[in-house]
């Protein structure tokens, strides 16, 4: 079964703080990746949207990689900020017909002001 | 601006009772899917469509049936509700056929079965 890995669950860093966020995953026959913020009782915002033949991609502080023969991908946050508090998930979607996305359980993050 | 509805937000049913979860998006996108969040499991697909007419079982259907009779809407039925299926759901979208699109959520349903 295709398994997509988020550690640590829960992590907690002082405002201004540059972080990473890691995920793994057991295939690498990966289509795309996709980072996702969820703030409580809220649905899923998608942050960035890696494509299999991308290393990275960028949105204002947010940066992600994507390494395909390691099968990781990071979530990096520049000078994090107390909005920033959230759950982080990522989801691989795997090539081939079916492309089915799997989700991590995703990474608890709290900025302290 | 573009969104996904889900309604209600909340609702609770008895075991056994035909349950119909709403969603409706103004993406105009083909691809519609729905997901169940719960603690230990993650996120989970139960149905997903490509287009008007198009139904396909994800990983957790047993329970469970949609339709698409137009872009907009892909209602969720539990057919005769289980404890098993309290749960959080979410309607998902996105615009490409080859899936290397983001994917837009709803803010959820809460479903409890009593």
């Known amino acids: 079964k295709q398994e997509v890995t988020q550690i640590p669950a829960a992590l907690s860093v002082p405002e201004g703080e540059n972080l990473v966020l890691n995920c793994s995953f057991t295939d690498s026959a990966i289509y795309n990746l996709q980072w996702f913020r969820q703030d409580p009782g809220k649905g899923l915002t998608s942050l960035l949207l890696?494509?299999?033949?991308?290393r990275e991609q960028t949105s204002g502080r947010l940066n992600a990689s994507l390494d395909k023969s390691s099968g990781r991908s990071t979530l990096y946050i520049a000078a994090s900020q107390p909005g920033d508090s959230a759950t982080y998930l990522c989801?691989?979607?795997?090539?081939?017909?079916?492309?089915?996305?799997?989700f991590g359980s995703g990474t608890q993050l709290t900025v302290l002001p | 601006d573009a969104e996904i509805t889900q309604s209600p937000r909340h609702k609770i049913t008895e075991t056994g009772r035909q349950v119909t979860l709403a969603c409706h998006q103004t993406w105009n996108h083909n691809n519609m899917f729905w997901y169940r969040q719960d603690l230990g499991h993650g996120l989970r697909l139960i149905h997903y469509?490509?287009?008007?007419?198009?139904?396909n079982k994800g990983e957790v259907s047993d329970g469970y049936s949609v339709s698409r009779s137009n872009t907009e809407d892909l209602p969720l039925t539990l057919e005769s509700a289980a404890s098993s299926q309290t749960s959080v759901y979410f309607c998902?979208?996105?615009?490409?056929?080859?899936?290397?699109?983001?994917?837009?959520f709803g803010n959820g349903t809460r479903l409890t079965v009593t």
């Open positions: 890696i494509q299999s033949s991308q």
């Open positions: 469509s490509y287009g008007v007419q198009d139904t």
């Open positions: 989801a691989r979607r795997a090539s081939g017909s079916a492309r089915q996305l799997t």
């Open positions: 998902a979208s996105s615009e490409s056929r080859t899936l290397n699109s983001p994917l837009h």
